[in-house]
């Protein structure tokens, strides 16, 4: 493939690429679609039937704001193919995306099983001097010594010589993935310099957001974790000093927003625990490269252990605050409103709420849980209410796990009208204004003073 930036706009304008996404998930069904809807002919490739079966049908299978017109769209007009068949993609494809999924395993080692299975399936289509992009996430090293030789190996091409490759890390907001798809800097490290140029050049006809060239597909990779590590250990560290100065009885939110207003100091705020598909896992992928190489990275692994701490320490607060109203834990009903690992999101991946309702369980109160975005659905092995009502109904301590939108307008006469009286109530998150909490409650939040308006 050219890289004289001119030449691939005109052929994609053109029509002329047609691309293969594989791995329709949350990143990979928005970005064959987006993709699609520019005008490009996409192969959507995915190992799950039922998923492929709806996609052809128009309907999406992601829960993502604005997706489902565009799906409905490149769908109807055959410019997304969703199948599950890699070698009618993979042959007739000149760009591969990778949008497989890399979790990390119960101990906490990096999980390329699909990677692997993937490749090992789809190589041997892969056509001389077609492009290969990575944007799962992967610890730096993976496209060199693990994608690479197994492409070589199921295919009999040779990288640079008959195939392209780079990493493109993905890093969007899941809830925001559509709407700032433009906006969404790019990462981008080919093998060559030429891969990266001709990617760039892809990427140039599909968003409007800044491409940042970095030096091989390992920076790239290193780059993206290291965003995701800086967020971690500053959470742990915010995390640290709020249960710190809950018992030095000083307000960490009084704190913080006295700190931020110093030039470099960047506001991060405390809760009940870290969630979601990437914070939580990513810091183990570069843990993992580090023992490699005989080194312990000590703050990355104690940042971890601090947030995977935080569901124990909200249950230390409603045990606390019980107290306060002679109640044992085992005698209470207690609450738990949120699943999702964020706000106005339906997607629970990692969420603290499991820790958190499993260990309080194991406690022997009566746990409901509530949460707008899987009413009456079973989650592993929770049960999500179908209505806030009888959720409220009888509690002695509402937990607050997720700061939904629909939890922060919660007015605090309705839910007394359900409730035990004095209620508690433990905010992981911070939900509420503390000078609002009325008569009738006692209010605990991560880092703050204890509000005891029985
Ligand atoms: N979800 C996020 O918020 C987010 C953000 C940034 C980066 N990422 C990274 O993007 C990558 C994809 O994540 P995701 O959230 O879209 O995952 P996902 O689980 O939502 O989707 C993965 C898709 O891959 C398919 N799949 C699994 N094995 C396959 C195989 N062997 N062949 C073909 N298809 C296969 C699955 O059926 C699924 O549809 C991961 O590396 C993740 O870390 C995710």
Known sequence: MECNTEDISTKFKNGEFTFTVIGLGRIGLPTASIIANKGAKVYGYDININAIEKLKAGISVIDEPGLDPIVKNVVSKNLLIPTNDPKEAISNSDIIIVCLPTPVTLDKIPDYSAIIECFNNISKYIKKGSLIIIESTISPGTVENLIIPLIEKNSNLKVIRDFGIASCPERANPGEIVTKFNEIPRIIGGIDSKSTKIVANIYKNIV????????????????????????????????????????????????????????NFVPHYP??????????????????????????????????EINDRMPHHLIELVMKSLNIIGK??????????GLSYKPNIADY????AFPFVHELRKLGPIVQIYDPYFKGKSINDLYIE????????????LVFITDHDLFKKLDFNY??????????????????????????????SIGRLLINNS
């Open 328 to 337: 044992s834990v085992k005698s209470s009903k207690i609450s738990v409103l």
């Open 271 to 304: 809760g009940a625990g870290v969630g979601g598909p990437c914070l939580p896992s990513n810091p183990y992928y570069l843990i993992q490269e580090a023992i490699k190489v005989d080194y312990v990275p000590h703050i990355i692994r104690f940042a971890r």
């Open 386 to 397: 179908n209505d806030l009502e009888s959720t409220l109904t009888n509690a002695d301590c």
């Open 208 to 263: 409007d957001s800044n491409l940042i060239l970095v030096s091989n597909p390992k920076t790239a990779n290193a780059v993206k974790l290291t965003e995701n590590i800086f967020r971690d250990v500053n959470i742990a560290l915010i995390n640290e000093l709020a249960i710190l100065f809950e018992k030095l009885e000083i307000d960490i939110f009084e704190i913080i927003n006295a700190a931020k207003t110093k030039w």
């Open 349 to 352: 991946q990692l969420s603290p």
């Open 415 to 444: 839910i007394l009208k359900f409730t035990n009286k004095p209620l508690i109530i433990v905010d992981g998150r911070n939900t509420f204004d503390i000078k609002s909490i009325p008569k009738n409650i006692i209010y605990r």
